[in-house]
């Protein structure tokens, strides 16, 4: 196989072949071995990623660029009874047949999988990535130094990344599909006396990188880490901050996924029903403004659109792939993703838990800052937590409240929901889920 690469602005070069010229290349492979094979349930899955990180030193004053480009092809085969796949990085032409060839040697009786849905009318494969712009990132990094950092606060990483991102899927029956996007993200980690807390920040679709939400998360993070301290008052109501509780909400995501309901019959079965309280509502809208991750197809080629997974405490949907929507007799709603060169599985893409302003409560523990953890899901279907904030009496802070460890089952954890805020954030450190303030009745630990 050929050394991949280069390929870049839709042109050939002495490292690969363009971006256009692969699709031709697997819409040609994939003629071909259909007429070979008498078949057209034949898919191929082209990705090419190019991504520019900038990380800062901050007390130095010193920046260190890396660059870097892949491209991937997948291929799916259906062959009567049998299924294979294959998986490999390409440069030129004859890699992606070589892929296409993999795939159809791999086919195993008896491993036959659901063939995803046809492909709808829509945009035809870009014919190259977006336009090189990571010289932007130098400019983001002099306004992120500016006005994204508190003084004072001691920072050991700060990073900014530009990614850009091309896809095309295309099928044997002539269906192809694809679409280029740009995302561009800022990650900060500051040291406090009782953790590390990291937050980050992302452009919005077509918008530019604010640093403001981010310095101000930073700022009262370390406000409620540093000083005095003591535990949680018993008896008080738990108001978790976006910032806290947004890995709960990931979590949430988690437990959302038509594989995860396919494994757990007690929670396939509760579709429909009302397991939470009519206060909780949850969605996952591609073209939400204030997400980070815009998608107008997932990686099986279907179209992404706004989902309302809980309504009022009803459960509504899962998030489903070809596969998970098969065998939970669902349909597919655009929410297949790879992740690498792994079969598509279920994956939400702007999931936020719906604002409702409602008052949060006069006294109350409030947690606003999450100390960083090697993980948040210490085992399947629950959340842990470490956060510190104030205990706040008639409305106002009165103490801090030192980091607490929160371990929290998902489904029980939001059965305990007593209020939702109106300030709804979106964090790319927590899948990219969006959430407002959430009011729990939680007991205190220990």
């Not at 294979?84 to 060839?101: K, M, S, W």
């Not at 880490?225 to 990931?250: D, Q």
């Not at 929901?417 to 303030?437: C, M, N, Y």
């Amino acid at each position: 196989m050929r050394t991949p690469g280069g390929g870049r602005d839709g042109a050939e070069t002495e490292q690969g072949a363009s971006l256009a010229a692969l699709a031709e290349a697997g819409r040609d492979a994939l003629a071909d071995t259909a007429r070979a094979l008498g078949v057209d349930s034949l898919e191929l899955h082209l990705s090419a990623t190019r991504r520019v990180s900038r990380e800062l030193d901050v007390h130095a004053g010193t920046a260190v660029t890396t660059r870097g480009e892949s491209r991937t092809a997948c291929a799916r085969v259906w062959l009567g009874d049998s299924f294979g796949a294959a998986a490999a990085p390409v440069g030129g032409r004859e890699d992606v047949r070589d892929v296409l060839a993999a795939a159809v040697r791999s086919a195993a009786s008896g491993a036959r999988g659901p063939v995803p849905p046809a492909l709808e009318p829509g945009p035809d494969v870009p014919p190259a990535l977006p336009e090189d712009t990571s010289s932007r990132l130098e400019a983001l990094s002099e306004r992120l130094l500016r006005t994204g950092l508190p003084p004072g606060v001691v920072v050991q990483a700060a990073v900014l990344t530009q990614t850009a991102t091309w896809r095309a899927v295309l099928r044997a029956d002539g269906g192809c599909r694809g679409e280029a996007g740009r995302a561009e993200e800022a990650f900060v980690r500051c040291e406090t006396a009782r953790g590390a807390v990291v937050d980050a920040v992302a452009a919005p679709p077509g918008g530019e990188v604010d640093f403001a939400p981010l310095r101000a998360r930073l700022e009262e993070a370390v406000a409620a880490l540093e000083g005095p301290a003591g535990p949680p008052s018993p008896g008080l109501p738990w108001v978790l901050r976006p910032a806290v509780a947004a890995p709960l909400v990931a979590g949430l995501a988690w437990l959302l996924r038509g594989d995860v309901a396919a494994s757990t019959p007690a929670l396939a079965r509760a579709a429909g029903k009302k397991p939470f309280p009519s206060l909780l509502s949850v969605e996952d809208d591609p073209r939400q403004p204030l997400g980070t991750r815009p998608r107008t197809l997932d990686d099986e080629g279907q179209p992404t659109r706004g989902l309302k997974l809980i309504s009022e405490g009803r459960l509504a949907a899962f998030l489903h792939s070809a596969e998970t929507a098969a065998r939970l007799g669902a349909e597919p709603h655009g929410r297949g993703f790879r992740e690498g060169t792994a079969p598509p599985a279920p994956s939400p893409l702007n999931l936020f838990v719906v604002p409702r302003a409602d008052a949060l409560p006069a006294d109350c523990t409030e947690l606003v800052a999450r100390v960083e953890t090697f993980t948040t899901m210490s085992r399947p279907g629950v959340v842990l937590l470490i956060a510190g904030g104030w205990e706040v009496r008639g409305g106002r802070r009165v103490r801090r409240i030192a980091p607490v460890e929160l371990e929290l089952p998902v489904m029980e954890t939001f059965r305990a929901l007593r209020g939702v805020g109106s300030d709804l954030t979106f964090f790319p450190t927590a899948d990219g889920v969006g959430t407002p303030s959430l009011v729990l009745a939680l007991t205190p630990p220990g």
